[in-house]
Nanobody, 126 residues
């Protein structure tokens, strides 16, 4: 079992930045990839970014490429999402997730994740 706790959400004006953190109980062999997802009111959950914990390769949704950066700190068992140039459409609850094995449907597909945090709210005002 892997526990995940997100933090770092808040309110910011458009163009601003936030850094989300996801503290995991382990990033060892129990976890092969970590992802950030978001869900806005009335919309489906969307994969934002993901990182393979082994080779540290990353994947981003087109909507956040060049603005968001996912990274991990193995010593702290923590994955980060640095969000720059935030837009009002980035407003959502952001969730951290962890998965094992090979994500056959793609690493930004929520169906391939085994563990989820409770989420943190990000609000971007215009």
């Amino acid at each position: 079992q892997v526990q995940l706790v997100e933090s770092g959400g808040g309110s910011v004006q458009a163009g601003g930045s936030l850094r989300l953190s996801c503290a995991a109980s382990t990033l060892s062999h129990s976890v092969d990839y970590m992802g950030w997802f978001r869900q806005a009111p009335g919309k489906e959950r969307e994969g934002v970014a993901a990182i393979y914990t082994g080779d540290i390769s990353t994947v981003y949704a087109d909507s956040v490429k060049g603005r968001f950066t996912i990274s991990q700190d193995n010593a702290k068992n923590t994955v980060y999402l640095q969000m720059n140039s935030l837009k009002p459409e980035d407003t959502a609850i952001y969730y951290c997730a962890a998965g094992r094995g090979v994500p056959g449907g793609g690493v930004t597909d929520a169906a391939w994740y085994d563990y989820w945090g409770r989420g943190t709210q990000v609000t971007v005002s215009s």
